[in-house]
């Protein structure tokens, strides 16, 4: 138990460069799944409305669905791009077939 006490003491070094456990794969991953997250969800709220606020809603919580380390995490990783992928298809779908009503 005393080297997890240890361990607490250098939490002030994650996201630096003195993080040796960023330079994973794994963390890799989490990085990049977050900053694409970042850029769906501005897209998604650019084109929100009372009618695809549930799809959109929907789409949002898909990282909530992603446990687990190491290849588990992947299996549920590679789920929850599968879930976007069709959840992003309905949602721009959606938006078109509600801008063709509105011309």
């Not at 250098?10 to 991953?29: A, C, M, N, P, V």
């Not at 590679?78 to 078109?96: E, G, R």
């Amino acid at each position: 138990m005393k080297f997890f006490k240890i361990l607490t003491k250098f939490k002030g070094l994650r996201g630096t460069f003195f993080d040796i456990f960023g330079y994973t794969q794994e963390r890799k991953t989490e990085r990049r799944l977050i900053e694409e997250y970042e850029v769906n969800i501005t897209l998604i709220l650019k084109n929100l409305s009372k009618e695809n606020y549930d799809l959109a809603t929907e789409i949002a919580s898909v990282p909530l669905k992603i446990r687990g380390f190491g290849h588990i995490k992947q299996r549920s990783i590679d789920k929850a791009q599968n879930t976007f992928q069709k959840l992003m298809s309905a949602y721009k779908k959606a938006n078109h077939s509600s801008e063709n009503k509105a011309a």
